[in-house]
């Protein structure tokens, strides 16, 4: 069992519909996208080029970078072509009633 914390990250209000915002919730700036009724979560910042992910382009499940389009899968965030070679730490993710919360540990 594990013993890991649940954050209260944002009210689903506060969610864009298909698309990405960026937050920081304990000190970790973080992405998170919505994609139909999914809602998923990743570090904000891109492993190739330092460029903010909130600012790049959602196309369904893939999140294109700003800086160098390199791009990632929003529900695992592996790597998903050059220039991006490593891969987002995601963040478990649920929503209870009318909030959003994140698993950070």
Known sequence: MSNASWVD??????????????LVLAGRDIAIYTVGDDVYA???TCTHGQARLCDGFLD???????????KFDVRDG????????????SYPVKVDGQRVYLQLD
């Not at 209000?13 to 698309?19: A, I």
């Not at 592996?78 to 987002?88: I, N, V, W």
Request: hydrophobic share 30%; glycine share 10%.
């Open 60 to 70: 369904g499940h893939e999140i294109e970078c700003p800086l160098h389009q390199g």
């Open 9 to 22: 990250a944002l009210s689903i209000d506060e969610l864009p519909t298909d698309d990405v915002i960026g």
């Open 42 to 44: 990743t570090d904000n």
């Open 78 to 89: 592996r790597p998903l072509c050059e220039p991006a070679s490593e891969g987002l730490r």
